[in-house]
């Protein structure tokens, strides 16, 4: 079974730009959940997608948006970009709710803000 | 909001000592996950808690989840070079998302 996968691995923008990323879940799996990972801050949750509609949704700007489509991939979207949006962004599929189901992990993606 | 603390925030322990890192939640929690990232990779489940004190073993890693489902241990016996890494927990407050502790940074001095 092939594992949730996420492109691109990394990016490089500068301040104003938008960025969307693209991850892929495990098959079968109908929840993604998109994570900002930073040092100082760890794994702080942006948002949960099911069956096509957001289910919960972190403390991030309007900035941060995302999507799922039918076949449950998954995009995230960052407009206006700002330094502090550097991080890695990971995202994770689950078989049900991200709450109560094991999370898969994809590599994730590095975006470097300049 | 809902928090999850974890301490301590760093440990560097000898080869064969052991190491423990707490999870503790202001509100009660339905369940507990906890997660593994070695350096460099991705974060990796290791188990889910759901049940008021309940404790499960995997090999040399003993989790707890206490009585009133307010904290969490991950207890692992005679360390090895092997369980270098950063330990999540994630809580979930009933009919809430998940949340995160800071994580644990584990290093094993061999």
């Known amino acids: 079974k092939a594992g949730v996968t996420q492109t691109p691995r990394y990016l490089i923008k500068t301040r104003g730009q938008q960025v969307t990323l693209s991850c892929s879940p495990i098959s079968g799996h109908r929840s993604v959940s998109w994570y900002q990972q930073t040092p100082g801050q760890g794994l702080q949750f942006l948002f949960e997608y099911f069956s096509e509609t957001q289910r919960n949704k972190g403390n991030f700007p309007g900035r941060f948006s995302g999507r799922q489509f039918s076949n449950s991939r998954s995009e995230m979207n960052v407009s206006t970009l700002e330094l502090g949006d550097s991080a890695l962004y990971l995202c994770?599929?689950?078989?049900?709710?991200?709450?109560?189901?094991?999370?898969?992990f994809g590599p994730g993606t590095r975006l470097t803000v300049l | 909001g809902q928090q999850v603390m974890q301490i301590p925030q760093y440990q560097h322990v000898q080869e064969g000592e052991d190491f423990t890192t707490y999870c503790n939640s202001s509100?009660?929690?339905?369940?507990i996950q906890w997660y593994k990232q070695r350096p460099g990779g991705h974060p990796v489940f290791l188990i889910q808690?759901?049940?008021?004190?309940e404790v499960k073993k995997q090999k040399r890693l003993t989790f707890q989840f206490g009585e009133a489902k307010k904290n969490s241990s991950l207890h692992i016996t005679a360390t090895q070079t092997t369980d270098v890494g950063t330990y999540f927990c994630a809580g979930t407050e009933y009919g809430n998302k998940l949340v995160f502790g800071a994580g644990t940074i584990l290093r094993v001095k061999s």
């Open positions: 808690l759901v049940k008021s004190g």
């Open positions: 509100t009660t929690l339905s369940n």
């Open positions: 994770a599929s689950s078989i049900g709710p991200q709450e109560y189901n094991e999370q898969f």
